[in-house]
């Protein structure tokens, strides 16, 4: 089974190889402007990268839940019960993944109930096989679904105390190629290589993603993340795409900046950045600095997009298997990624409380988890934010 997603990773890679079956070489060194597509046609890709939220039946929306292993089950426990004190009308389909299979039963079964209910709620899914053959489920699941875009907004809490104050800052991420293209092989005994995939098409879908991201949020700035000066083909291409979409878009400034410039700059002034375009690997590596900056693990939401399907998770994507079951981990990012969901879902009055129940517990009632130095629990977190959402329904609904 293995076998097969590793096959279907590659028939990804290969649809993205356009046009014709040209290598990846030619392709690096295409010119952007000889793209056949129209301006109209391009730009579409912008415009359809938010997926519709499929058809709901009675007034309820099925979304598939995929727990994932280490804190995500018990924060999913959270989510439901916090759903179910607001009358959200969403209905779970719960997809485990057992993180020891050698096989991907689980994940061919997850990815069905993505493509029948058009969006999810995630954890991270652990993958613990070592061996080469069995790829990382969550890397196979964007991939499968081509979740081609990441959005990470990363923003201060004035209740929370960070190193930087007033950091208001979007990461858009291209999320299926790149450095987790997963192809690796040892040609030669003692010397291993490892693939990085970047093509014209993805690079110019992201590009033109962020920049219409930045337009419609009525942002000022986009950056650019690469290393173009040592990997001048594969981010070369990247920039190259990027600054050639930037013209299209003359009233948002457009700088670029090389990966380990930019960490140092993240960490003295983070206020200098506004939407940041990367490559997948950078706009891991990117999301990290600028949570570990203002808050840590515990509190952002990742969406991810495809013309398709969405997926709802905690932005950083971490399995915290270390405080699994202690009732200490932080349940924000988990809730805030269920706000994202309730949006998709035009569920906007929900997602109006719930977002006010989030805001209320973290920065007037300063109910904080270890991670953020306070001494709450989970459960207080969640409590709280009940206590909220009961008080909103019962005025709303009066
Ligand atoms: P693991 O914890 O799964 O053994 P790890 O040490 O690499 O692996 P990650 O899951 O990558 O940890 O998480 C990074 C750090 O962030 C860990 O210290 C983890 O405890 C912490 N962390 C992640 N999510 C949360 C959360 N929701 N609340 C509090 N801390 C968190």
Request: aromatic share 8%.
């Amino acid at each position: 089974m293995a076998a097969v997603s590793r096959l279907n990773l590659q028939r990804c890679f290969h649809k993205a190889l356009v046009p014709g079956n040209m290598g990846i070489k030619a392709l690096s060194t295409l010119n952007v402007t000889s793209n056949k597509n129209t301006v109209e046609q391009r730009r579409g890709y912008a415009a359809k990268a938010f997926a519709l939220p499929k058809a709901k039946y009675g007034g309820r929306h099925t979304v598939s839940m995929l727990p994932g292993g280490g804190i995500g089950p018990e924060l999913m426990g959270y989510v439901k019960e916090v759903f179910r004190y607001a009358g959200v009308p969403v209905d779970f389909e719960d997809v485990a993944i057992d993180p020891n299979s050698e096989g991907n039963d689980d994940l061919e079964e997850a990815i069905t109930s993505i493509r029948r209910n058009g969006v999810a709620l995630k954890g991270n899914i652990e993958t613990r096989s070592l061996s080469p053959d069995v790829m990382s489920r969550n890397v196979a699941l964007r991939n499968e679904l081509d979740l081609f875009v990441n959005v990470l907004h990363c923003y201060s809490f004035p209740g929370i105390t960070a190193r930087h104050k007033d950091v208001d800052v979007v990461i858009v991420r291209q999320n299926t190629e790149g450095e987790y293209a997963m192809m690796e092989h040892e040609g030669v005994r003692g010397v291993v290589e490892c693939l990085k995939v970047v093509t014209r098409e993805n690079s110019e879908r992201i590009c033109r993603f962020a920049f219409d991201y930045a337009k419609r949020h009525g942002r000022k700035k986009v950056t650019t993340v690469h290393k173009a000066n040592i990997m001048k083909s594969s981010d070369g291409l990247f920039l190259e795409v990027s600054r050639y979409v930037a013209k299209e878009y003359p009233g948002i400034e457009h700088n670029d900046m090389i990966i380990d410039n930019c960490c140092m700059q993240l960490v003295s002034n983070p206020h200098q950045f506004d939407v940041m375009l990367t490559t997948n690997l950078y706009g891991t590596i990117v999301s990290n600095v600028i949570c570990g900056l203002v808050g840590g693990a515990g509190l952002y939401s990742g969406r991810n997009y495809g013309y398709e399907f969405a997926v709802f998770e905690p932005g950083t994507r971490n399995t915290g298997t270390a405080i699994a079951g202690k009732n200490i981990a932080n349940p924000i990012s988990m809730m805030n990624a269920a706000v994202d969901l309730l949006r998709h879902l035009r569920l906007e009055n929900h997602a109006q409380w719930l977002s006010e129940a989030i805001d209320k517990t973290m920065n007037d009632d300063k109910i904080h988890t270890p991670d953020l130095g306070g001494q709450a629990t989970s459960m207080d977190i969640v409590k709280n934010i009940i206590e909220y959402l009961q008080l909103k329904t019962k005025v709303e609904n009066w």
